[in-house]
Nanobody
Framework: EVQLVESGGGLVQAGGSLRLSCAAS????????IGWFRQAPGKEREGVSC????????YYVDSVKGRFTISSDNAKNTVYLQMNSLKPEDTAVYYC?????????????????????WGQGTQVTVSS
């Protein structure tokens, strides 16, 4: 059974940094995609960033480009989301999710409907 566990959320002031971790188990790390999504109160879920095992391809939504960095440590079965220069509008519950193929993270975007397994979420709150 695939399990994803997020950690690293918290309260930070605007301009600060957090690193989210997504620890995965139950699937082979040979062809996969991991996506980070977020949902703020009263807003729709938004895809923030994804990582594909196919050539270590990554994607970032425009609002986080240059501030967030996604990376994967296969030895630890963990994908990270380094978030710098945080803004109050980054406040949300952040979820990681996995897809069965690296195909589902392209340089053009990714879609939540392609991601099969989801973590429980971690709260990120950025104060102004």
């Amino acid at each position: 059974e695939v399990q994803l566990v997020e950690s690293g959320g918290g309260l930070v002031q605007a301009g600060g940094s957090l690193r989210l971790s997504c620890a995965a188990s139950g699937f082979t790390f040979d062809d996969y995609a991991i996506g980070w999504f977020r949902q703020a109160p009263g807003k729709e879920r938004e895809g923030v960033s994804c990582f594909s095992s196919r050539g270590s391809r990554t994607y970032y939504v425009d609002s986080v480009k240059g501030r967030f960095t996604i990376s994967s440590d296969n030895a630890k079965n963990t994908v990270y989301l380094q978030m710098n220069s945080l803004k109050p509008e980054d406040t949300a519950v952040y979820y990681c999710a996995s897809a069965r193929s690296g195909y589902y993270c392209s340089g053009y975007g990714f879609f939540s409907r392609s991601y099969n397994y989801w973590g429980q979420g971690t709260q990120v709150t950025v104060s102004s």
